[in-house]
Each structure stands twice: as structure tokens, then as C-alpha cells.
């Protein structure tokens, strides 16, 4: 299926993938709560309307029975039945609705699905088009940049930990000209992301996008997450920026 968007006054076509926010979250890019709730937040975008447990099976099914046959695809549901003898023995989820052991295998299914696959020439093609996960449907745990996934938590940890290091520190030895005691940070972005920590003078390889802040000494978690979400922002706008100069 094909979607459009508007590109100023013009309506652009793209290829998202209509059910990607079920792909996302089974490849770990939202924050998980519970998870029929989370489905039915992400089940209502795609429809615009209430899904109960019956019709978040049907809508996650659709697409895990991509990548099942159809021997494998009915021994999900007869093993989540509560009557089952996985259920009854082995399943250590056994307490759990119908409808949370189920959609659990499912998006097993969709997580182990590939999106990208090598051509002829050794380049990488996505094969199913996940876009960015929005975090108007769920709280966002991982971003998408240049086809390089970016776990806010792991950045944030460690932020964190740099600015705990830092306590160990002379105050006079990393205050700034503004007598700012922390160090610059920097999200690279290229074939995989980095952290680059002091002066930028050091940097030596400069390509991707980038974003770039400062790291107070005994820098606090919540403040750790605010300069994350501070880097990728940057590091998206630098990416989409490129895509324009080159486009």
C-alpha cells in the first residue's frame, strides 16, 4: 500500500509501510507498557478508530502471516490457547489473556523480519519502508537516522556516566572561557553512531550528521535525556538537511 504526504502545495508519494508502528514496536523503537494498550494507542492510528483484542490480533496477524507458513502461523494460536499444554506446563506466561500470548509470538514474528537486504552491487535496499517511529502514538525509545538505529536510553546512560566522571575532576580543568564546568559532547551519525567527548579540535573523522551539546559536571539522569533528545535532533535536522542539499 502506498501512502501521500504533502511536500509544500504538492502531494508527494511515499512508501511507508501502513502498519510500520507494529514493526517498530516489536523492533524495540517505542518504550513498552502494557502492551494491549500500547497496540490499540498504535492500532487507532492506523484505523482512526477503537480495536478491541480481537481486532489487534487480526491487524498484527495480517502482516506476521507475511513470514509464517501456514502450519507454523496456526501452531501460535493453538499453543496461546489456556487449554494447551504449553499453556498449562511449560509457558511461564500461562496467566496472561489469550490476546497478550498471542500478540507476544506475533511481534516475535515481525521483529526477526528483515528490512533491508544486499543487491547485486553489495548495496543495501530497504525492503519494507519503516520510516520514523512518532512520538505522538507512544513514548519513542529508539530513533532511525541514515538507516542507523540510535537507543535513547543507551546515549543517555552514557552521558550520565561521563558526567559522573567528570566529578573527579579539577573544576579548573574543564571550565570553559564562560566558566562552565562540564565538556562538549557530540553525536556522530555515519555508518554507525558515536559519542565524541572535549574539544572538537580532536575529531578526526567528520563524516555523517552530527549534533552537539555540553555535559555539566555531575550531570543528573533527567539532564543526561534532555541533551540525548537534544544530540538526535540535531543529528536529524543535519540528516535531512543533507538529503535537500543533495536531493
Known amino acids: 500500500m502506498e501512502r501521500f504526504e ?22 524495540g523503537h517505542y518504550q513498552r507498557g502494557d502492551l494491549i494498550g500500547d497496540l490499540k494507542k498504535i492500532a487507532y492510528d492506523y484505523c482512526g478508530n477503537e480495536v478491541d483484542e480481537d481486532g489487534l490480533i487480526i491487524l498484527v496477524a495480517s502482516e506476521a502471516y507475511k513470514y509464517l507458513n501456514e502450519h507454523n502461523f496456526l501452531k501460535i494460536l493453538r499453543e ?13 506466561n500461562r496467566y496472561e489473556s489469550y490476546a497478550v500470548r498471542v500478540l507476544t509470538q506475533l511481534l516475535i514474528i515481525l521483529n526477526l523480519t528483515v528490512v533491508k537486504e544486499e543487491n547485486a552491487d553489495g548495496e543495501y535496499e530497504e525492503i519494507i519502508s519503516l520510516g520514523e517511529p512518532d512520538p505522538e502514538i507512544l513514548p519513542v525509545l529508539s530513533h532511525i537516522i541514515n538507516g542507523v538505529k ?51 579540535d580532536y ?36 540528516y535531512a538537511q543533507s538529503e535537500v542539499d543533495h536531493g
Open 150 to 200: 540510535v537507543n535513547v536510553l543507551t546515549v543517555a546512560r552514557r552521558i550520565s556516566r561521563k558526567g559522573l566522571v567528570l566529578q573527579g575532576y579539577n573544576d579548573q580543568d574543564i571550565t570553559d572561557k564562560d566558566g562552565n564546568i562540564g565538556i562538549d559532547v557530540r553525536l556522530q551519525i555515519s555508518d554507525s553512531w558515536y559519542l565524541h567527548f572535549g574539544a572538537p
Open 80 to 92: 496461546a490457547h489456556p487449554n494447551s499444554i504449553r499453556s498449562q506446563v511449560l509457558d511461564p
Open 203 to 238: 575529531d578526526i573523522d567528520h563524516r555523517g550528521c552530527w549534533g552537539s551539546s555540553w555535559i555539566p559536571k555531575g550531570c543528573s539522569d533527567e539532564e543526561a535525556m534532555d541533551i540525548t533528545r537534544d544530540l538526535i535532533a540535531q543529528a536529524a535536522d543535519s
Open 6 to 27: 504533502m511536500e509544500g502545495n504538492k502531494m508527494k508519494e511515499t512508501k511507508l509501510n501502513p502498519k510500520r508502528h507494529f514493526y517498530l514496536y516489536a523492533k
